[in-house]
Each structure stands twice: as structure tokens, then as C-alpha cells.
């Protein structure tokens, strides 16, 4: 975020209490479809949209961030609501009776430390600059101990005005005719979501958010309940988690080592960590994790992802590193794998060696339709790839008046069997334009057509239309 300060403010001093807001660009799951495939949760330019197969829009509801849906059909659905927090009041209403102790441990320390170092900022950012929850304390402390910081140096009236937290509620709403109805809060978080992914029973979701220190490699793993009751199951995963079919246990992978590898050629740093399996059980309104079990040893980043097929085998993205090597040796782009819980020990590559064409530099966001036997993978240099896992044969979509755009509008995703959702480029357009639409892709005729042509530019803008 860029800041108009005084002279002599550190750009690394704001950094630490840069605004961390959702965008297009870091969360491109803009596109959810029902699992009966009859409505599409659509994260418009103008807020969340329930759309049908054909296109058909409902009212925009302004505010949400994230969604998914409950299995079952198309009649619920959980949105992750985003409120913009600037007051100590609001930071107490969503902030937990534990976290806050801390919000006021780190308004003490950076306190002590402004008037210790006196306006030498510098000193200052080496102190406090890593402390978890900074923040809402610096929300405090403007309107606690404003005189006391500005006291300190004349930075700190640069700190104040730059920093707003974002606040996380999560509502459900029964959906019916693409409207939205009878919303129900069930918890709350000041924590930047990345991720929900709801239980097979509908009963828990798992919440993925970045952690509270500027280490941004891997993200916190929780497992919430739908009456709110959470519990945190790991510090340091990947984004993308998965649930068993039948919701007892979830899968994940999880950071063995805080060593980074420093020669990964991945675009995010990567870790040594584990394709894990935990089971969970609530007593008397605690949640537990009962148990957790470390399948397979994988090479991930942040985006890294677990899906678990109809077969119950498990699909994940890792790169196929072989260690002890020298940096040209491990210097290896992701592809898939799948392991078979309870069947079999060993691992296998799902995209042979041999397919050098299959992948690309998205591969992290593989979506599978719901039989498994089809596997889409973004990229920004090769557009989507569709690759038949029994056949081993591989198509790119294109045609149809449409063509791949190097801007990812949003992950593909897979309504039903055959259609593939997925933002495309008109050829009308201009060379230079980033227009694009919503498209539903036809494995079957390879047949393309278009759902979001008569949306209205307010739905549009920031989304398909850019600008």
C-alpha cells in the first residue's frame, strides 16, 4: 500500500502495519458451483452473486469475501464476510478473550519500545516489527495512548493513519431462487482468510488464515464447528486442506521443517513437510484432535493443495524433488501425485515424467470433476490443460469463439461431469484488451459458451472487466 508520509518514515517501519485485503490476484476462487450443479456462488465485482447455469444473476450482496457450498444441492451455502475494523470497540467485539491479552502485551511492548528509542524508528521496527497481533495494538494505542506515541516521535502520526484491520464474520444463508435468506452467524475472526472448506456432514469447516508474523510461507490450519467452537491444528500448512468422504477425518499438508530450501525455483518459498490425515471430536464443547497420521513426505508452498477423489484416494501437488542434490538437481516445477489410504504405502505420480507439456506454473489450483477421471490445470503461459487420468491423453480448451487469457480470472472449476467453468477471452476482443467472460466448457463436443454476457458492469468491474 503506498503511503504519503513525512519525511524520515521508513517504508519498512509501514510494512509492518501494511493492510493485508483480499484480492482477485492472491485468491482467484471466484466461482463456486453447487454440487448438484444448478447455482454458481459468484464473487462479482459488487459483491456475491448466485447465478444458474444459464447466467441468470440474483442481487449482488455487497461485503463477502469467500464461500462455499454445503453438499447436498444448491439450498445453503457459508460466506466469509469482511468488515472494515478501526475502532478499539470493534477490535474487542471480534477478538477472542485470549488474543486480546496479547493485542495488549504487544501495545505494551511497542509502548516501551517508541519511548525507549525515542523517534529513532529504525530501533524501533527491530522490536517490534515480528510482534504478533501489531495491528490492533497500534488500533489501541491511538486511542488510548495517542499523546504517549506521539510523544516518541513524529513517525508515529504516519503509523496511525496507515493501519486498518480487517474483520471476519461467518454467516450462513439458505439459497433459493439465486436469493439469500435467514442469515445465521457462527464465528468471527480478525484474522486474513484464505480458505473455507466445509465437511461432507456439514457439521465443521476448516479455516485457513495467514498467521500473525510476517513469515507468509505457510498458513494456520483451524477446524471450526458450526456452532463456533475452534480449535487450531496446525501453524504452518499449505492453503488447500480436504475432508474424508465421510467428514470423520481431513487431510492437509503440513510443514515438517521451517528450513527453507533457499535454490526452489517455485515462485513461493518452499518447505519439507507431510501429507497428514487427523481425526477430530468434540467433548463437552471442546474440539480435540484425536488423532494424526503422516502419510508422505512432500515439497510444497503455500498454494500446495489435498483433494480427495471419488475413489478415496488422495490427490496432492508437490514437486518431485530427490535429495541429497546441488541447486540445478532440485530445482523442479510441481505435478500431481495420489496416495490410497489404507491400500496401499506407496506413493505414484498421476502425470507421467514423460508429459512435459501437462502443467505449468499454476499447478497448485487442479481441480478434478467429481468422478476424478478429469483434472484441470491453469497456467499463465499455456492457458488450461485438461488431463484424462485414465486415458493419459491431454487437451487445452480453446475454441468456440474463446481463447485462454494470460490473466486468471478466476481458478476453473468443474460444474458437474463434463463442464468445465473458467474465464475466456472473446477473439472479438482487442489484442490489448483483459476482457474476459464466464464460460462453461463441454468435454464431451469440446463446445464453449458463454453465461456472463448481459451481467451488469457493476458485476463486472474488477472482475471480468479489469478496470
Not at 459483491?47 to 461485503?63: Q, Y
Not at 475472526?189 to 469447516?205: H, Y
Not at 501437462?358 to 476424478?372: A, I, R, T
Request: aromatic residues 8%; charged residues 25%.
Amino acid at each position: 500500500m503506498k503511503v504519503a508520509t513525512k519525511s524520515g518514515v521508513k517504508a519498512a517501519v509501514l510494512a509492518a502495519f501494511s493492510v493485508l485485503l483480499l484480492t482477485a490476484c492472491e485468491d482467484p476462487r471466484r466461482v463456486s458451483w453447487s454440487s448438484d450443479g444448478s447455482a454458481a456462488a459468484v464473487l462479482a465485482g459488487d459483491g456475491l452473486r448466485i447465478a444458474d447455469s444459464e447466467g441468470n444473476i440474483g442481487e449482488a450482496k455487497p461485503g463477502v469475501e469467500l464461500v462455499d457450498w454445503f453438499a447436498g444441492g444448491s439450498d445453503r451455502l457459508l460466506a466469509v464476510e469482511y468488515e472494515k475494523v478501526t475502532t478499539w470497540d470493534q477490535v474487542r467485539a471480534l477478538e477472542s478473550a485470549n488474543d486480546l491479552k496479547k493485542v495488549m502485551n504487544t501495545a505494551n511492548t511497542m509502548l516501551a519500545a517508541a519511548r525507549q528509542n525515542k523517534g529513532d524508528w529504525k530501533s524501533f521496527e527491530k522490536v517490534v516489527g515480528d510482534l504478533s497481533f501489531n495491528r490492533e495494538a497500534v488500533i489501541y494505542l491511538r486511542e488510548n495512548k495517542d499523546k504517549e506515541m506521539a510523544a516518541t516521535g513524529e513517525n508515529w502520526n504516519a503509523v496511525k493513519t496507515t493501519v486498518d484491520v480487517g474483520g471476519h464474520r461467518f454467516c450462513t444463508y439458505d439459497v433459493a431462487e439465486k436469493s439469500l435468506s435467514n442469515r445465521k452467524e457462527i464465528f468471527r475472526t480478525l484474522r486474513d482468510v484464505k480458505e473455507v472448506r466445509i465437511s461432507p456432514t456439514g457439521s465443521a469447516f476448516l479455516l485457513v488464515t495467514r498467521p500473525e508474523s510476517s513469515f507468509d510461507t505457510a498458513y494456520t490450519l483451524s477446524l471450526v464447528t458450526m456452532d463456533g467452537t475452534s480449535s487450531v491444528v496446525s501453524t504452518a500448512c499449505s492453503t488447500f486442506p480436504d475432508w474424508s468422504a465421510d467428514g470423520n477425518e481431513f487431510y492437509y499438508i503440513d510443514a515438517d521443517l521451517p528450513t527453507l530450501i533457499p535454490d526452489a525455483d517455485l515462485k513461493q518459498t518452499s518447505l519439507i513437510g507431510s501429507l497428514t490425515a487427523a481425526k477430530y471430536e468434540v467433548n463437552e464443547g471442546v474440539v480435540q484432535i484425536s488423532e494424526k497420521r503422516k502419510f508422505a513426505s512432500v515439497y510444497f508452498n503455500k498454494n500446495s493443495r489435498v483433494r480427495r477423489l471419488a475413489d478415496q484416494s488422495l490427490v496432492f501437488s508437490s514437486a518431485p524433488v530427490e535429495l541429497p542434490g546441488t541447486g540445478p538437481q532440485i530445482v523442479r516445477r510441481p505435478t500431481l501425485f495420489q496416495f490410497r489410504p489404507g491400500k496401499s504405502a506407496m506413493v505414484s505420480r498421476m502425470i507421467p515424467v514423460d508429459e512435459p507439456e501437462v502443467g505449468g506454473d499454476l499447478m497448485e489450483f487442479f481441480e478434478f470433476n467429481p468422478s476424478g477421471n478429469l483434472v484441470s490445470i491453469p497456467s499463465t503461459k499455456e492457458g488450461t490443460t485438461v488431463y484424462d487420468v485414465q486415458t493419459g491423453s491431454s487437451r487445452r480448451v480453446d475454441g468456440g469463439g474463446f481463447h485462454w487469457s494470460k490473466r486468471l480470472t478466476f481458478i476453473p472449476t468443474w460444474r458437474g461431469e463434463s463442464e468445465l467453468c473458467l474465464g475466456m477471452k472473446p477473439e472479438k476482443a482487442s489484442a490489448e484488451s483483459e476482457l474476459n467472460e464466464i464460460t462453461l466448457w463441454n468435454s464431451s463436443d469440446e463446445h464453449i459458451r458463454p453465461i456472463s454476457e448481459k451481467w451488469p458492469a457493476s458485476a463486472r468491474k474488477k472482475f471480468l472487466d479489469p478496470n
